[in-house]
């Protein structure tokens, strides 16, 4: 019988568990796929104590997970515990160091240290995997990297955070505030209970910020990300748009220009019809943009521990067949550090909402101003009136550059007819 | 610098010429990607005169396919000729035969001989590749046979022919009937002048046969299929299924049920929002329903040069790397002939069009008869009056065996009121 490949887990939660649970059920299944058994040989987390829900006697606890990196009944070191330093970045660089292959869900740890990480791994003749790190159990980083290899990619873009497009689903079909639906997701466990990672749209941002290196070939650059999350984002945007054909979608985009990449995670309007638009509740989409294969489209679950287990037990059968890619596509020594465009070189359309003053001309200000910066409305809208009173004023614009229309904007905010600050929302025509 | 990979081109039709262009164009892309460069040096087509657009000269050129499989100066022979026997199976054979890794498009060959040509490949440690033979561009063989490796399939369906759903989608959009738009599919280049293959379901079949293997680890069994093309949809069950809520969709449905693994191609109505209702046109969706993973969704081009030559690309790129899987996931003398569940046990809903004479009594009869079988109605639904003339009545039922559908249904066409032989659209709620 073929020689049995080793695995070491570090992190028992939800994603280890998955696994665990995963290479005992489906075991036979694997060993007939792979040729080989894949089997824990050793553990660690934090409490030892802990009921796990599964069987841990036969297999080696270890206290420091960076013990696992010594074990020499371990070939590969999953590394399940997350942050983007610490414990984990530790581990991983102690296991790559002790030639280990790893395996990680850890999106955080990828998007600040990927490129190192990378290099550490190939040097060494390594496989760094990450399947999980992105759109937990949809196949997008095999999906880009192996699958449309052949394409230079144009864009990739995505509901990466499954729990934000929870919250903004459950805001349509409910009508409820943000405030309301996020306490429920918390409650419903689709939220943590520090939700900010997730809804000031890092999570996101993170992932795309892996997803931007294998579509481009460039350095994982996390900090050229501009991100926006969706805390300020109303039932009466989230009314409009529908009233628009649109949905709010936290959009990860990752789009090649003349200027270099763009790297953005913000609220958007895309068309209801659109594969986006049409992917409602915790689910996860990424849509690549190949020259040759044109648009291809992944939908799935992006967390949970059986989908993010999945992901992380096919990189492991890619290591016990002994498949090797680069670890983004392009040998680390090749990634190149693509210049950065920055939001303002966006161009694009946009939704604008104010809340006005109802009284004659308040709308011819806002207008000259857009026109002072060049800036074309394309529709309009105002229902019912209230004169003298506070009123919701909509308004979309043609294609424009973001830097105009951030400067019309600091001076229609400045008008003492608009009383709150304006709502921008970016709009997607995909 | 690393040796190149060189490949010999058997077919330079549309997807040979695609293949070219991309070797062509993204050549520096793709050696950098896979560390060596991936050249054309032979090609072979019939009519060596015609202009294809591409500059084949310092391309060694053979009339004879087969030669290719004996160049010392090809590493991979490209079958893009198409059939399932004859030259294309031919050539398949020599080059295995002769130590020559393969790449192909071809559906048919793959339906009626995937097994054994598997088999050939395997037993000598050779790649033989088909990414664009199944679902064109879209990376459904890598995403499920490496991607979803982790889990049991339970099921995969999808859209597999972009003709009939175009033709489908036309129907709708433009109330249009059948031939009209097939004759216009031809003009346009959406459909072949001898449509048989696509539109009697024989195309989807073949790619249900090859996406089965991969799903379920069996043995291609093409013949185990039950095939039903889209011919008789008609502009009027269309209208139907938009009122109830349906899209009309040519699909093609792998199951694992306890009496054995289902395979099937007919039309079937499915729910509008399902992402099978959503994939209007030409475009190709496939669903892989996996123990852990839950359902993934991929969509994109099924056909064309630029996305049919992208996938056989991918596969060169796995070669040039040294990436190897078993051809359908598990090794090819693991392959098992699992027992075929015929159509006759399906279980699910059906809708049921009749033209009936308009007059007292004749919903009775067919209720009656329904009831007789243990169908039990789920709606009916008549619309407009026409006393003593003929007038359409719909049904649909609740979860029903087909074998007591079907025993029904030929019971109430022979009612001397039901004018026309009964249409049958299985429901899949999907
Ligand atoms: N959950 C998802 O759906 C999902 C999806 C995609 C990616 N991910 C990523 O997967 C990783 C794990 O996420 P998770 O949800 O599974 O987290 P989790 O449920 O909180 O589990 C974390 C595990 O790490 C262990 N741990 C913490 N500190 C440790 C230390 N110093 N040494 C050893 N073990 C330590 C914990 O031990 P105790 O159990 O003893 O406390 C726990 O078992 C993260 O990078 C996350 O971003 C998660
Ligand atoms: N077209 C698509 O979108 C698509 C999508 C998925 C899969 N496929 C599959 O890809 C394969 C090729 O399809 P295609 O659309 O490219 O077909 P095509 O345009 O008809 O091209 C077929 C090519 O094969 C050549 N050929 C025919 N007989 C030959 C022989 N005896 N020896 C050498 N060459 C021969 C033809 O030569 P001449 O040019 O000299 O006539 C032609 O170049 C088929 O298996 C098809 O099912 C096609």
Same sequence: chains 1, 2.
Avoid at 206 to 224: E, M, N, P, S, Y
Avoid at 277 to 301: E, I, M, P, Q, S
Wanted: charged residues 25%; aromatic residues 4%.
């Amino acid at each position: 019988m073929a020689k049995p490949l080793k695995i070491g887990i570090a992190g028992l939660g939800t994603v280890g568990g998955g696994v665990l649970q995963i290479l005992r059920r489906n075991a036979d299944l694997l060993e007939t796929r792979c040729g080989r058994p894949v089997v824990v040989t050793a553990v660690s987390a934090r409490s030892r104590g802990k009921d796990r829900g599964a069987d841990l006697s036969g297999l080696r606890w270890y206290d420091d997970a960076a013990a696992l990196a010594h074990d020499p009944e371990v070939d590969v070191v999953c590394e399940l515990i997350g942050g983007s330093d610490g414990v984990a970045k530790a581990l991983v660089e102690t296991a790559l160091a002790n030639g280990r292959h790893v395996v990680t869900a850890n999106k955080a740890l990828l998007a600040r240290h990927g490129t190192a990480l990378a290099l550490a791994a190939e040097s060494r003749g390594l496989t760094l995997a990450y399947e999980a790190a992105v759109a937990g159990g949809i196949p997008v980083i095999k999906g880009l990297r192996e699958g449309l290899a052949a394409n230079r990619v144009r864009e990739v873009h995505g509901i990466l955070n499954g729990t934000c497009n929870y919250i903004l689903t459950e805001m349509r079909t409910t009508g409820r505030d943000f405030a309301d639906v996020l306490a429920d997701a918390q409650r419903l466990g689709y939220a943590e209970a520090d939700p900010g990672f997730d809804i000031d749209g890092v999570d996101a941002a993170h992932k795309l910020a892996i997803l931007t290196a294998v579509a481009f070939g460039c350095q994982v650059d996390f900090d050229a990300v501009h991100v926006e999350g969706i805390r300020h984002i109303s039932s009466l945007d989230i009314q409009y748009a529908d009233e628009l054909g649109y949905r709010i979608r936290l959009l990860a985009i990752g789009r090649r220009t003349e200027r270099g990449i763009e790297q953005r995670v913000h609220p958007c309007m895309v068309p209801v019809g659109s594969p986006i638009g049409a992917t409602d509740g915790v689910f996860n989409a990424v849509v690549a943009d190949g020259d040759f294969v044109d648009k291809v489209v992944l939908v799935g679950r992006g967390a949970g521990a059986g989908p993010t287990a999945s992901a992380v037990v096919a990189d492991l059968l890619d290591i016990a067949q002994g498949r090797r890619t680069p670890t983004f596509g392009v040998p680390a020594e090749r990634l190149v550090p693509l210049p950065a465009s920055p939001i303002d070189s966006r161009r694009g359309r946009y939704y604008l909402r104010l809340m006005v003053v109802d009284r004659p001309g308040v709308i011819a200000d806002v207008a000259a101003l857009l026109r002072d910066h060049n800036v074309s409305m394309e529709a309009f809208l105002q229902r019912g009136r209230a004169p003298g009173e506070a009123v919701p004023v909509v308004l979309t614009t043609h294609e424009t550059d973001e830097a105009a229309m951030q400067r019309a904007l600091a001076q229609i905010g400045a008008l003492d007819t608009v009383l709150e600050p304006p709502r921008l929302i970016r709009i997607e025509d995909f």
